[in-house]
C-alpha cells in the first residue's frame, strides 16, 4: 500500500538508508515497499508522463509516494 506523505530531507535519507541494509540483508521486497515510500520527485514525473509512452500507467500503479507530484501539479496531473 503506497504511503502518500510529504517528508523532509532527513525522513528521505533514513528511509534510504533503511531500504539499503534491508537489501543487503536479503530482503529485497520490503527493501523496495520501503524505498516506494519516498516521495516522487515532481521532475520525474514529469518526464514519465511526457516522454515514456507507458509513464502515465506506471506512475497510476507503481505504489510510488506522489505526495510532491500531487502538490507540484494537483491531485489529478496523472490522470489529465
Do not use: Q
Not at 44 to 53: C, I, L, N
Not at 62 to 73: D, F, K, Q
Amino acid at each position: 500500500m503506497a504511503i502518500n506523505k510529504l517528508m523532509t530531507e532527513h525522513e528521505k535519507l533514513e528511509i534510504g538508508v533503511r531500504a539499503a541494509e534491508l537489501r543487503e540483508a536479503g530482503k529485497v521486497a520490503e527493501s523496495r515497499e520501503l524505498a516506494l515510500s519516498v516521495p516522487m520527485p515532481p521532475w520525474m514525473a514529469k518526464v514519465f508522463k511526457e516522454k515514456v509512452s507507458w509513464g502515465r500507467d506506471f506512475l497510476k500503479n507503481s505504489g510510488w509516494n506522489m505526495a510532491e507530484v500531487e502538490a507540484a501539479y494537483g491531485k489529478d496531473w496523472i490522470n489529465n
